[in-house]
């Protein structure tokens, strides 16, 4: 996109040392792309999905710090829930200033929608949280989470089982 370099531009005007330029640069030019891809699965829009991008950036600018190695799971990881927690922030904000439902969310049977659906993320550990929204926000398969979050694939499972068993939870509790 011709976006991406003017987006560089601007992110690494906000940076100082030639050492954070640098990773910076890497990391952009390594994982732009995917997290803008994460950014459309929640957001179905290229202006929103590249306003998330560009927020989540300026949040990684902050933590440059916490990022060792550029090419590892770890930052993938880091980077990937970023994108995808500012995203769902936005989309949340969005269905509140525009009162309408997403498509996605409407299809479960649950009959809540999506700003309850993530209040309830929201009051379960992040542990959880994280699982549940990878897998059914994101439409992750169990692999590809494990993968993602460099974890078992049978941790991924417990994790989903446990998450969902809270919710039921606290389901039951505000019905």
């Known amino acids: 996109k011709g976006m991406g370099r003017d987006m560089l531009c601007i992110l690494l005007a906000s940076v100082d040392s030639p050492q954070d330029k ?8 390594k994982y ?14 290229p202006q929103d999905a590249e306003d998330a991008c560009l927020t989540s ?6 933590n440059l710090d916490k990022i ?15 994108v995808e927690r500012t995203a769902i922030d936005l989309y949340r904000k969005n269905q509140k200033n525009e009162f309408e439902t997403s498509p996605f969310f409407c ?7 999506e700003s309850e659906m993530m209040e309830v993320f929201h009051k379960i550990p992040k ?49």
């Open 22 to 29: 640098r990773k910076l640069e890497l990391l952009y030019e």
């Open 32 to 45: 732009n792309r995917l997290m803008y891809v994460v950014a459309m699965r929640v957001l179905h829009h």
């Open 57 to 62: 950036w300026e949040k990684v600018i902050k």
């Open 68 to 82: 060792d190695k550029i090419d590892c799971q770890k930052t993938k990881s880091f980077l990937v829930i970023i």
């Open 107 to 113: 299809k479960h049977e649950s009959g809540y929608g």
């Open 127 to 175: 542990l959880y949280a994280e699982v549940l929204i990878l897998r059914y926000v994101n439409e992750l398969g169990v692999s590809e989470i494990a993968e993602l979050l460099n974890i078992k694939q049978n941790a991924v499972s417990k994790r989903i089982a446990r998450g969902i068993a809270i919710i039921r939870k606290e389901w039951l509790g505000n019905e």
